[in-house]
């Protein structure tokens, strides 16, 4: 049973946007705070943003005002939209529950070239 699925990453340019879509098993959406990580090569897995069931929002100092969250109840579906991407943005995205649970989805791999 497949609990998360990412998609929308892809390969932008510098300055541009991308879409991320992460679909959650309901029963997991429904009484969890949902969040996007992101894991860049050698790097560790960070916290980029997260959304609580009522809608509070928390993002990272490196994407604050550029990233938005936001979570659709009835399609049991978090976004992530990002704009003014930058290089540093280039990581595989993965959305979770916060705190996170095992096991992770495959992620989406972000890429942005300068």
């Known amino acids: 049973q497949v609990l998360l699925a990412e998609s929308g990453g892809g390969l932008v340019q510098a300055g541009g946007s991308l879409r991320l879509s992460c679909v959650v098993n309901?029963?997991?959406?429904?009484?969890?705070?949902m969040a996007w990580f992101r894991q860049a090569p050698g790097k560790q897995r960070d916290l980029v943003a997260s959304?609580?069931?009522?809608?509070?929002?928390y993002y990272a100092d490196s994407v604050k005002g550029r990233f938005t969250i936001s979570r659709d109840n009835a399609r049991y579906t978090v976004y992530l939209q990002m704009n003014s991407l930058k290089p540093e943005d280039t990581a595989v995205y993965y959305c979770?529950?916060?705190?996170?649970?095992?096991?992770w989805g495959q992620g989406t791999q972000v890429t942005v070239s300068s």
């Open positions: 959304i609580t069931t009522g809608g509070s929002t």
């Open positions: 309901g029963n997991i959406f429904s009484i969890n705070a």
């Open positions: 979770n529950a916060y705190p996170p649970f095992q096991p």
